[in-house]
Structure formats: structure tokens, C-alpha cells
């Protein structure tokens, strides 16, 4: 399990360890770059150190040259669907925080359905599903008769939900899920006992081994990330790094995608978010790109259009699209958001500009074929 | 060398990276030799050539079993049944735990039956032993290997026997990037500087026979392949491995000038 890992050095140790690279460090790393071999780990952590930025453009240069090697000029798509915003978690960043007095909502099957017309009609063919942390409300059930219905829309299904056991994420994939998408928030323990104050997602080492739990399940895709903005982010991407590599080492079955959120405004008033520049941010992924090749990097609609327009394709892979954060949203829900958005184009023009660029969108890379699920009903 | 750079097989630590096979030595007195200078720590025996209940078998009484891993193996089993078998008995002869699993029915090039190699492997986990199975460079078998809990995995470099050096790069390659075990290659390593390749590529270990075995001196080439060993290792642990040219970037910045021309930038502030 990634704790056995995590154990052996601290939060502010694997800070410091980023922090201690040299420029001699970062010359060797960007040395090694050209090798056509991934970076190792060490080198990895240079390419995050501050000093790196002067050699920006030289890493752009090989994270572009990587990721058309590895994933030619194309882009996936999907979208996000929210089943409910109940949580009885108390994160103190997060606008469904069990404190939040915000209407709250579960979709039934009917309104689940009509979520589905709609993205199916968009052209969408891989959906995120999401719900808060309500053992209760949202539960295993409740998740397999979701499924049940989705699973005739959609070609690929992929959770990104409170932390399960083996045995339960097992019964999802039966039922059709391809993928799991756990965001740590934050790898530093401090921070993540200061900002989980009540509730199942307070238990952090839980929340760190259900990537493990996904891959001995046998999930196909696995997702992991950090939420820039919760501690100090060389010591969330020291971690998120290790965390992916040892992950796409040991399910090796299973493909590991990265995301790398940076906070946005939500309901609540969390006022403590730690600055992550454009410059930074672009460095972070820039890093992964030539660390881990073979990784799917996810960018959200939280980020501006100016930087999606330029990231996708360099390093970025698979972005969402028009998304909505509150349950129901697409097809005329209340709104009782997650967070804001900050890239609201609509599908159409975010596929143009994607084209203008000679990248290719893709709605659909999977077939349910591969997990013998029912025919498509509609 | 460091401590900290032991390598460690099931538990048991070892200083050499160089294991030597004792089949085609001209005697047990050159073997002796060569066994000294290598340095090895981990001589394999084909389970058919030696008799493991003797006290005076040739090849066995060369061997300090104090210092050096005796790692029996099952050359010449054609399936899992007959490799399985040959394990058990060499346990039961006081072999111990330990066996090179090989899986040859093609007696001619004597490659690796990759199914028949699983399915032994497989079992004789199960039962306690140490598996270490000789393979092709079959990067997807060393994952079902691996998670069939063998010990190693040992690719071969080139066809037994041959000399060839390292043929299979591109997927040993990827063997030793996505392994979780370590990585011995075995088989086809003519020249110590194949040694030293297959260390600089990241491999683990390397058995080496018959390059040494039907030297003109084998002591002497046994003391090249220790030496091409351990070159190749410091080389991976303390160059840049594998570098091409450089390339500057352009004064112009085309891929990263986007970052200066919005001077708005919100995200992350609330």
C-alpha cells in the first residue's frame, strides 16, 4: 500500500528534498531529458525547484515532444455529472461542506436520465460521476442503479466519489465502472487534519490507499491528485509524483491519470488558499510530462481559458468540457454549485479552438465491449 | 561500493551483481579460479549435472556454501511438471529453497516455454521457494511473473550460448523500467562490455557462463566481467545515462510566452 511509502519521509522533508536541488541538478535533469528515456525521480523533483523557471521553454520543448510521442495530437474528452451534493464530510475549502446551508440535492433515476440525454447529445461518450462524501444517501446502491442507467448512455463510466473498500469497488466495475478518480486534496498531514474537521473523509490514511484498494479491484484508469492551494505545493508534488509513479508501477494494468486542480472560489468561507502561479503551475506539469510520459494529464474547467488554450496538447490530454458542478445542472437544475468555473465555452467552441490547433478531440477511446456490459439502449 | 547499494534478492543481500552459471568449465579447478576471481556470490547448477547428496560432487565442492548462494536449476525440463519436480527434489537433497527455473522443450536454441514457465513458477511459490525463472525479454510476462511472487526476473540478452550481447534492448528497456523486482540478465552476454551495457541499462544483475567458462584464461575473463560489472553500475548510478546532444531553447520562448501576455491572474486567490 502507498502509506508503507508515504512512512518513510515526512511532508516537510519531502519539501525540503525538492527545495535542496541545485542548478547543477536542473542542468543534469534537462540533460537527461534528451536521453529519450523518462526522468527518474530525482530528477523529477529538480525540474519543481523555483530555479527551474529559467529553463521553461526548454522544458515546454520536451514535455510537447513527449506527449505527441505518447499520445499524438489528440484530445479526450468528458464531462462531469453530479449525482448529489449531500455530504456529512466538513472540509472546510469545499462548497458542499456538511456546514454549508445550501439546498441539497440527489438526482433520482428520471433526473438522471435526463442529465444523460443531454451530455449523450453533446456527443460526449466518457463521463466523470461525482458525489459528495454521504455514505448514506449515495450509497452502494444507490451507485449501482446510477450505473445501471448511465452505463446505457455512456461508453466509459468513471467514479470520482467518497473512498471505498476493495470489495465494493469491485461490484462497480462489475456493474460497469472503468474508472476511479481519488483526489488526495492534500498529502501534508497537518493540513489535512486542519481542513477535514468531521466526517469519513477525515481519516487520511483511508483516503490514501483507496487508489490501491481501485487497483487490486482492477479498475482500468486510476486518477490521483492534488489540490494546489491547501499546503506548501513542493511538498503536494513531491508526494503526487511518487504517489502516480508507484501506482503505474505496481497496477500495471491499470493506466494512472494525473490532475492537478488549483483552488477556486466555492460556497463556505475558506480564505486561507496558499498562491500557486501560472508560472509555477505550468513548471508542475511540465515535470510530471517528463517524469511520468505515459500519464494522462486532466485539466478541468477551473482553469482559464487563456491557460487551457495554450496547456492542451502540451502537456495536457484529457479535459473536461462545459462542465457543471451542481446536481442537475444540465438539463435545468437549481444552482448549488461546487465551485465556480472559470471556463464556461461550450462544447462546440472548445472543439473549434482545439482543431485550430491540429489537435484532434476525442469523444470516445472506449467500448463497453471490454467490460460486457448491455447493449447500448438509446 | 556502498552498503546501501547491496543488492537484495528475497531477502539475502549480496555485494556482487555478477552470478555465474558452471556449465562447459574445462574443470573444477578452472571453475574454482573463476568463481574466486569473479567474486560472485551466486553460482548456478544445473539440478541434472550434480549430485546434490554427495559430498564430493566436482562441481559442488568447489562452491563455499558460507559465502556464495547455491542456486540450483532446472535446465533441461521441458515442462512445468518436469521443472517442478526437479525443484522438489533438489529441496529434498538439501539444495534448499532457492531455484533457477528454466523451462527449455526447444533443444536446439533452448529458449524459454514462457507458459509452461508461469505455470511452474506459480506453484513452486506457492511452496516456498525462491523462483527465479529465465525468460525471454517478455515485458508482460515479467509483471505475471512478478506478481506471481518470483523473486527475479532474468531476461535473456541474446539466445543462450551465443555470444550476441544484448539483442533484446528495447524491451529489456522496458522490463527494468516497470519492474518491481530485480532484473538479472542471463544468457547471450559474450563480452564484458555486454555486462557493463546491461548495468548501464539498469539491470540488477548479470549471469554470465559461457563467455567466461570457454575463455582462453577464465580466471582472467571472470576478473573482466567483475570489473565490466561493477563499471557498468557506477556508470548507471552516477552519469547521465544514455545522453544525446543538448538543445538550447529559442530567445523567443514560442511555447512558454503565453504565460506573459495576460497580466490578470486570479486563479488560486479568493
Not at chain 1, 84 to 91: D, I, L
Not at chain 1, 278 to 290: N, P, Q, S
Not at chain 2, 180 to 205: C, F, R, T, Y
Request: proline share 4%.
Amino acid at each position: 500500500m502507498y502509506t508503507e511509502l508515504f512512512d518513510k519521509i515526512s511532508f516537510s522533508e519531502a519539501k525540503e528534498k525538492v527545495l535542496s536541488k541545485s542548478k547543477i541538478d536542473i542542468e543534469s535533469s534537462l540533460h537527461s531529458s534528451y536521453s529519450g528515456k523518462p526522468l527518474n525521480f530525482e530528477e523529477y523533483l529538480s525540474l519543481l525547484h523555483p530555479l527551474a523557471d529559467s529553463y521553461l521553454e526548454e522544458m515546454a520543448e520536451r514535455a510537447l515532444n513527449w506527449t505527441k510521442k505518447r499520445f499524438g495530437n489528440t484530445i479526450s474528452l468528458y464531462m462531469p455529472m453530479y449525482l448529489s451534493n449531500e455530504c456529512r464530510s466538513s472540509c472546510v475549502y469545499c462548497g458542499f461542506s456538511f456546514e454549508n446551508k445550501i439546498p441539497r440535492k440527489t438526482l433520482n433515476e428520471s433526473e438522471i436520465r435526463a442529465e444523460s440525454e443531454v451530455l449523450y447529445s453533446k456527443g460526449i461518450r466518457h463521463l466523470l460521476i461525482l458525489t459528495g462524501e454521504d455514505y448514506s444517501i449515495t450509497n452502494l446502491e444507490y451507485l449501482r442503479s446510477a450505473v445501471r442507467i448511465l452505463k446505457s448512455y455512456f461508453d466509459s463510466i468513471s467514479i470520482e466519489i467518497y473512498p471505498m473498500d476493495q470489495e465494493k469497488y469491485e461490484i462497480l466495475i462489475g456493474e460497469g465502472v472503468e474508472g476511479l478518480v481519488v483526489y488526495q486534496e492534500t498529502y501534508d498531514p497537518e493540513t489535512y487534519s486542519k481542513y477535514h474537521l468531521r466526517g469519513m473523509k477525515k481519516n487520511m490514511r483511508y483516503r490514501l490507499d483507496a487508489p490501491d484498494r481501485g487497483g487490486l479491484a482492477g479498475f482500468r484508469r486510476i486518477g490521483v491528485g492534488a489540490l494546489l492551494g491547501l499546503s506548501d505545493p513542493y511538498g503536494e508534488m513531491f508526494r503526487l509524483g511518487e504517489h502516480a509513479h508507484y501506482l503505474s508501477k505496481k497496477y500495471w494494468r491499470t493506466t494512472i491519470q494525473i490532475s492537478l486542480p488549483r483552488m477556486r472560489p466555492a460556497e463556505g468561507e475558506f480564505d486561507k488558499t496558499i498562491f500557486v502561479s501560472d508560472r509555477e503551475y505550468v513548471r508542475f506539469l511540465f515535470a510530471l510530462r517528463l517524469f511520468l510520459p505515459d500519464s494522462g494529464l486532466v485539466q478541468s474547467t477551473r482553469e482559464s481559458i487563456h491557460m487551457r488554450n495554450h496547456l492542451a496538447g502540451m502537456p495536457i490530454t484529457h479535459m473536461s468540457v462545459e462542465s457543471r458542478t451542481d446536481p442537475g445542472g444540465y438539463s435545468g437544475g437549481e444552482e448549488l454549485k461546487q465551485f465556480e468555473i472559470e471556463d464556461s465555452r461550450k462544447i462546440e467552441e472548445f472543439t473549434e479552438m482545439l482543431r485550430k490547433k491540429g489537435l484532434d478531440p476525442v469523444f470516445k477511446d472506449f467500448d463497453r465491449a471490454f467490460l460486457q456490459v448491455p447493449d447500448r439502449i438509446v | 561500493m556502498a552498503q546501501s547499494d547491496d543488492l537484495i534478492i528475497a531477502g539475502r543481500r549480496f555485494k556482487s551483481r555478477l552470478f555465474l552459471g558452471t556449465g562447459k568449465f574445462s574443470s573444477g579447478a578452472s571453475l574454482e579460479q573463476a568463481i574466486h576471481s569473479s567474486e560472485t556470490e551466486v553460482v548456478t547448477v544445473a539440478l541434472r549435472r550434480v549430485d546434490l547428496s554427495s559430498t564430493e560432487d566436482d562441481i559442488l565442492t568447489k562452491i563455499d556454501r558460507e559465502r556464495i548462494l547455491l542456486l540450483p536449476n532446472t535446465s533441461g525440463a521441458r515442462d512445468a511438471e518436469e521443472a517442478v519436480r526437479l525443484a522438489r527434489l533438489s529441496r529434498e537433497l538439501g539444495g534448499g529453497d532457492w531455484v533457477k527455473l528454466e523451462v527449455t522443450p526447444d533443444p536446439v536454441y533452448l529458449l524459454p516455454d514462457p507458459i509452461e514457465t508461469l505455470k511452474a513458477a506459480k506453484i513452486l511459490v506457492k511452496e516456498g521457494f525462491n523462483v527465479l525463472p529465465y525468460i525471454n525479454a517478455d515485458p508482460i510476462l515479467c509483471k505475471h511473473l512478478e506478481e506471481a511472487g518470483c523473486a527475479t526476473v532474468m531476461p535473456l540478452g541474446s539466445p543462450i550460448g551465443t555470444n550476441q550481447g544484448i539483442r533484446t534492448l528495447a524491451n529489456l528497456e522496458i522490463i527494468i523500467e516497470q519492474s518491481n523486482i530485480p532484473v538479472v540478465v542471463d544468457a547471450g552476454l559474450g563480452l564484458p562490455s555486454h555486462a557493463a551495457q546491461a548495468m548501464e541499462l539498469g539491470a540488477d544483475a548479470v549471469l554470465v557462463n559461457t563467455a567466461i567458462a570457454i575463455a582462453k584464461d577464465p580466471a582472467k575473463i571472470a576478473y573482466a566481467f567483475k570489473l565490466a560489472t561493477e563499471a557498468g553500475r557506477i556508470s548507471r548510478l552516477y552519469s547521465n545515462s544514455g545522453i544525446s546532444t543538448s538543445k538550447k531553447a529559442s530567445a523567443s520562448s514560442p511555447l512558454t510566452g503565453f504565460l506573459e501576455e495576460e497580466s490578470r491572474n486570479v486563479h488560486g486567490v479568493i
